[in-house]
């Protein structure tokens, strides 16, 4: 399995699939967000612009890692 499991694609009496933005580990609603990016034939759902260009940088760095545990916008 890949790094890509924390997408949640299933629909489960009206609640919307979720996915988790991969920069800063935010749930995203991938319907509500104009940011995605599809990196080895997966699709990638990002929060924000900073996020898109970050993840678009470097694109494994995010995916080999465990979403982060920090508040959106801050670095420890």
């Known amino acids: 399995m890949n790094d890509h499991s924390q997408t949640d694609r299933t629909r489960v009496r009206g609640v919307e699939p979720s996915s988790i933005d991969p920069v800063c580990g935010i749930t995203i609603t ?7 990016h599809e990196h080895e034939g997966v699709t990638c759902y990002l929060c ?14 995010f995916l080999k890692q465990a979403p982060p545990q920090i508040a959106h916008g801050k670095k420890s």
């Not at 991938?30 to 940011?35: G, L």
């Not at 924000?48 to 760095?61: D, G, W």
């Open 48 to 61: 924000s612009l900073p996020c898109l260009h970050q993840f678009r940088a470097a694109p494994q760095a």
């Open 30 to 36: 991938p319907e509500r967000t104009a940011f995605s």
